[in-house]
Every structure is written in C-alpha cells, then in structure tokens.
Nanobody, 118 residues
C-alpha cells in the first residue's frame, strides 16, 4: 500500500507561481511513476503531467504551454509540481497519483486546492 499526501495549494493572483508537493509513504519502492491531475468545479478530471521514477522522464499535456514542471526527490519520496504564470482557469483541486507501471494509477492523494484570482 502507498499513501500520498499533497500540500502547497492556496490562493494566488494571476501570474503567480506555486509549487505543490506530493509525499509518498508505505511501499514506495514499488512505484513506477507519479502523475498530477486536477479537477475544476463542474469539469472532468484532467491530466496535468507525470514523471517516471527511474528515468525521470516527464510528460505534459499541450495546454500547459510550458508553464508546469515536475521534479522528484526519490530519497525523500517527494514529487513536486511547479506551476508558473498561473491563470484563473488553473483553479482546481490538484491530486497526485502513483502508478505501479500496470497502465493505471493505483493510489491517489486527497487533493490540494489551488485558486487563482483574476
């Protein structure tokens, strides 16, 4: 079992930067990768980006426009989502999720709220 806890959310103004953290505990040695997702009010959950644990390869959707970066501290089992030039449409609950490499995300955190004011 793997337990994930996100932190770092808050209320910021348009154009600000924010760094979210995802701390993993438990059987972290089994993890293949970590993804970030978000859900805005009234919308479907959306993929924000991911990182593969061993290779460090990162993936982002086109809409991020290079504003997001993901990094990891494997020694501390922390994955960071750095967001720059935030926009009101980035307002959402952000979740991290962990994958065992079987084509899905098996573990999810409780989410952290990000609100971007205009």
């Amino acid at each position: 079992q793997v337990h994930l806890v996100e932190s770092g959310g808050g209320l910021v103004q348009t154009g600000a930067s924010l760094r979210l953290s995802c701390v993993a505990s438990g059987r972290t040695f089994s993890l293949y990768g970590t993804g970030w997702f978000r859900r805005a009010p009234g919308k479907e959950r959306e993929f924000v980006g991911s990182i593969t644990r061993r290779s460090g390869n990162v993936y982002f959707p086109d809409y991020s426009e290079g504003r997001f970066t993901i990094s990891e501290d494997n020694a501390e089992n922390i994955v960071y989502l750095q967001m720059h030039n935030l926009k009101p449409e980035d307002t959402a609950v952000y979740y991290c999720a962990a994958s065992l490499g079987r084509g899905q995300y098996e573990y999810w955190g409780q989410g952290t709220q990000v609100t971007v004011s205009s």
